[in-house]
């Protein structure tokens, strides 16, 4: 039997315990070109949000009933595709449960390398890359750049301090609370470290001259960081979790701002970069493997636990990649 | 003698005939370098709103009692520079005012081909090269593209249009009222018009997927334009008219939108594209020449009615580019 936590309800506003059900079914056998994989580890991410929700975006939205959506990695059992063999660890969209079907077409290989292999959740995998394209190709960074970076210790924005700083720019994070904001310069190599809980952002900045905000939230914080954009800024919109449990999200941005600065916000999807993953896949692990790029992950222990480690997240209380470790008595 | 207009008072909110005044001064002679310049023609652009205002936008403010700032085209009267004669015409910012005295190196020669020499004024000049580069190099229109265009039968709208066919586009505008609304089928060579006056403007964006936004007006008309993005869109921010009496302007955009279509929104300043202005006059004007750009200006008799031509501006009467003819009585 496999373990599975589905949509029991589309959360309204803030997502509540009551919105996810915890459900056992038999365990499916896999198709022609297909794999049978044993989740070991799963991904607790922002965008899963806006899956939840009714409306399309840019990726159709759950049902309820349906298994989250989630990348994970997992040990394959059964393969009915000559690219993996049992035994492979493998990273995917495989949800959040004990044994996911996927086509092989949709997994990756975890490099045999990297230690510890969850590294192909954050900075080496989706995390990671985000980062890594939102910064590099989106907010095309220049030595002496001022990079703002908003959620600065999640999952991207750990990576996105460490790669401006690798791209020989000044790094400035913004993070809510003293933990967070010590590892912002302590852990992940911030120049200077913002904590919006207790400071005011607009005065913390007086005297920065933004050439890069690297916008993983959103609201209030993003408003702030505007109020300092230098000419020819450029505004990587990554994120927006402030809004993501909004029931009606409000505009937040005045367009006539990019007048004044010569501006430019856009947004991007990591996925449409994924004929280049190999590319970032290879840096990031080397970057990795030399310190250059140093990580921290929050792991919830259970796959029951994930909607906790999921709302916890969206509201702010991870310290690192958010992951859940799939803990099963195995029958 | 030289009639001026100054400011009298900042507008609050929408700018009233009491905000400004008119006076005469003696003619200033020409110092070493500068050129004396009786004034033919004045414009009447958006961007002075701003000047009045006491915050610093990307230019410092005016101050009480200046002329107020605008572009110009007149008549050399007395020359200390050996780039500029007698007789000839030159357009650059002469201020409304019947003598400017301006530095040479702020001038450019109106071009001796160009019938009527106001061109210079618009479709060969200002506005016609935040058209071109605005539309073009912010914008980057790709043949099969839908381009959409607010304020289109305005003194840029009208020339972003047809550069957009020029370009293999589809060019869709927004005017206000039934005579700017036909111009710019009939005239401009939209393919397609909306009265933002009598039409719900998302429903008649429905089925359009917008490739390039060129806004001049944002506020309640974008946020219409927003809802029909296509993916990769990009949202060129030249001017938000819709704004510029607001006394404190609300957001109107929603970053996230950006993330869903992973869409660019840039705003830009003709003048940071200086260096190439006899690029743009050289195309522009051939077009005009061999009528694949038309035009139409809306002139305004007398300087002491350039107040009154500018609020009629803000208040979207102009049809076409809004220019006034100082007439005066010579002594």
């Known amino acids: 039997m496999s373990r599975r936590v589905t949509l029991a309800a589309r959360p309204v506003g803030f997502p509540q315990n009551s919105d996810f059900a915890l459900d056992e079914v038999e365990i499916e056998a896999p198709g022609p070109g297909e ?13 899963q949000r806006g899956r939840m929700n009714e409306a399309r975006s840019y990726a159709a939205p759950l049902q309820i009933g349906d298994v989250i959506t989630a990348l994970g990695i997992g040990e394959v059992v059964e393969s009915n595709d000559s690219r993996f063999s049992p035994g492979e660890l493998v990273v995917g969209q495989l949800g959040w449960q004990e044994y996911a079907v996927a086509r092989a077409g949709t997994l990756r290989p975890v490099p045999s390398g990297l230690d510890p292999p969850t590294l192909a959740l954050h900075a080496v995998g989706m995390t990671g890359f985000t980062a890594y394209f939102g910064l590099l190709d989106v907010g095309r960074p220049r030595p002496g750049d001022t990079v703002v970076v908003s959620a600065a210790a999640g999952a991207v924005g750990q990576i996105v301090g460490q790669l401006a700083k690798l791209a020989g720019c000044r790094a400035v994070g913004i993070a809510g609370g ?29 005297g920065e001259h933004v050439d890069v905000y690297f916008d993983n939230c959103g609201g209030a914080i993003s408003q702030a960081v505007y109020r300092r954009l230098n000419l020819g800024a450029r505004i990587v919109v990554c994120g927006q979790i402030a809004q993501y449990n909004a029931e009606r999200p409000e505009p937040t941005f005045q367009p006539g701002l990019l007048i004044v600065f010569r501006a430019r916000m856009e947004g991007f999807l990591v996925s449409d970069y994924a004929s280049r993953f190999d590319e970032a896949a290879r840096r990031l ?7 250059d790029l140093r990580w921290r992950e929050d792991v919830t222990d ?26 099963r008595s195995r029958s």
Chains 1, 2 share one sequence.
């Not at 794999?35 to 965008?47: C, G, K």
């Not at 933990?179 to 904590?195: C, F, N, P, W």
């Open 178 to 206: 003293p933990e967070k904001t010590r590892d912002l310069t302590e852990v992940y190599g911030y120049d200077s470290a913002i904590d919006y809980k207790s400071d005011d952002v607009t005065a913390a900045l007086d």
């Open 35 to 47: 794999v049978l994989v044993d989740v070991l580890w799963t991904s607790v991410d922002p965008y």
């Open 302 to 327: 259970g796959l029951a636990n994930a909607p906790r480690a999921f709302i916890g997240m969206l509201n702010g209380e991870n310290r690192g990649k958010a992951l859940v470790k799939v803990a």
């Open 285 to 291: 692990a080397h970057w990795v493997a030399n310190g």
